[in-house]
């Protein structure tokens, strides 16, 4: 019987959490006259597109938006094997720490950010050549949470 009803309240949570309303897209890598090289050093990746969520207090509700660049955010990464990488984008440069540095990827915090509450993480995945770049807001004096990520192309 335990099991029955476990199963049963499984379903239950899988049905709820299905979205009414899905879609997905593919967005294939820009052509390139040559080849991706893996990450080690440095890198510039472009987002084109961008997946918003804010939680909205009235209406007690997360709100999800799929927003696609009309001038698409380009970030260099520099000096990414040593202790203090670098990225440089449209709101200038900035000092990143580096939280991992493996085989696979290389993961990093921008610094300044951290101190008003802002988390921009960026995961650069060396031999893909694709970085995923995460951004949560706490807005002060009890403003909605609110956060964004994407995956852009690097070369």
Same mark, same amino acid.
């Given at each position: 019987?335990k099991?029955?009803? =476990?199963?049963?309240?499984? +379903?239950?949570?899988?049905?709820? &959490? ?6 997905e897209?593919?967005? !294939? ?15 510039? &990746? ?12 009235e209406?007690?509700? !997360?709100?999800?938006? $799929? ?7 380009? +970030?260099?990464?520099?000096? =990414? ?17 580096? =939280?991992?540095?493996?085989e696979?990827?290389?993961?990093? !915090?921008? !610094?300044?950010? =951290? ?9 650069? $995945? ?12 706490k ?9 964004? +990520?994407?995956?852009? $192309? &690097?070369?």
């Open positions: 019987m099991k029955l009803l =476990l199963a049963i309240f499984a +379903i239950f949570l899988l049905a709820s &959490c299905t979205p009414k309303d899905s879609f897209f593919s967005y !294939a890598r820009p052509e390139s006259v040559l080849p991706p090289i893996p990450v080690e050093e440095s890198t510039t &990746c472009v987002f084109d597109f961008i997946q918003n969520v804010d939680f909205d207090h209406s007690d509700s !997360a709100n999800f938006k $799929f927003l696609e660049q009309s001038n698409p955010i380009s +970030i260099a990464f520099l000096d =990414l094997s040593t202790d203090i990488p670098k990225s440089k984008g449209n709101n200038g440069q900035s000092e990143l720490i580096k =939280l991992r540095d493996d696979t990827s290389f993961l990093v !915090a921008e !610094a300044a950010p =951290l101190e008003s509450g802002t988390t921009i993480i960026y995961e650069i $995945f060396k031999n893909e050549n694709v970085a995923i770049w995460t951004k949560s807001y807005i002060p004096f009890g403003g909605p949470p609110f956060g964004m +990520i994407s995956m852009g $192309f &690097c070369d």
